[in-house]
């Protein structure tokens, strides 16, 4: 693992060279899969859940990756070393205190640069479709319009996924929260977004969730969405995994 060096911004439209992956949560809802091992080590189809997001940040051509690390920090960071000697990893220790998301991007702020980065969570799996998903949303990012652009699947396609959805897309790409507790929202968040740091500002002491980034930039008119145009997976429990490794082996 390398020392963090200078970053500078990237013209929109191009893959950012930097990417955070959230790896610090406890995954209680995995247990008792997590009772000895860290949520993103544990295996579906026959890999780690944190390989599988980097096997899509090196096809995407990042070269860098900051994870953050909280729960059973040592076993995580013993998996990544030398692992990928073709990138750099960098670690956002949170051993001290988990952060949550919101939190988590504050704390490694300093890690990501002045430009758009790619921030993916470590417990959801997916497929590209015709155009790799990480490339789709650099085709789509426009720095002078958005502050956060977030890839979303239609709710009939998110895949284990028990909720009613998260968001509407409007004609424009804008996004908008589901309106009311009772009803549906058409889209949900993958957990895959690019976001510029120029939004991680203003913050709460202490952990707090990304949302309060993403309202500021709804409220702004500066979050939009994509959509996804391969497969989704929410490998949140130990029955998502049989579920998710059927899928995938019927193709």
Not at 2 to 25: E, K, N, Q
Not at 210 to 233: E, I, K, P, S
């Amino acid at each position: 693992m390398s020392r963090p060096r200078a970053l500078r911004p990237l013209p929109g439209g191009t893959v950012p060279t930097t990417a955070m992956v959230m790896a610090a949560g406890l995954g209680k809802r995995m247990r008792p899969l997590t009772a000895t091992r860290p949520k993103p080590l544990i295996e579906v189809a026959g890999k780690p859940l944190i390989d599988h997001v980097f096997d899509r940040l090196r096809a995407a051509g990042i070269g860098r990756a900051v994870v953050n690390v909280h729960y059973l920090a040592d076993t995580l960071e013993a998996h990544l070393a030398d692992r990928y000697p073709d990138m750099e990893i960098v670690i956002s220790d949170e051993r001290g205190r988990l952060m949550e998301t919101g939190g988590g991007l504050v704390q490694a702020r300093g890690l990501l640069g002045d430009g758009p980065v790619l921030v993916v969570n470590s417990d959801n799996l997916w497929l590209d479709g015709p155009i790799d998903a990480i490339r789709l949303l650099a085709s789509r990012w426009d720095d002078a319009a958005m502050d956060a652009l977030l890839l979303m699947v239609p709710l009939a396609r998110a895949h284990n996924h028990g909720g009613q959805g998260d968001f509407h897309l409007a004609a424009d790409g804008r996004i908008t929260r589901r309106r009311r507790a009772g009803t549906v929202a058409p889209f949900c968040y993958t957990g895959i977004q690019m976001l510029h740091p120029r939004l991680i500002a203003d913050w709460p002491e202490g952990p707090f969730s990304t949302n309060l980034f993403w309202d500021r930039a709804m409220a702004a008119g500066r979050a939009y969405g994509q959509v996804h145009q391969g497969l989704w997976f929410d490998v949140g429990t130990p029955g998502a995994i049989r579920r998710t490794e059927m899928l995938l082996a019927d193709g």
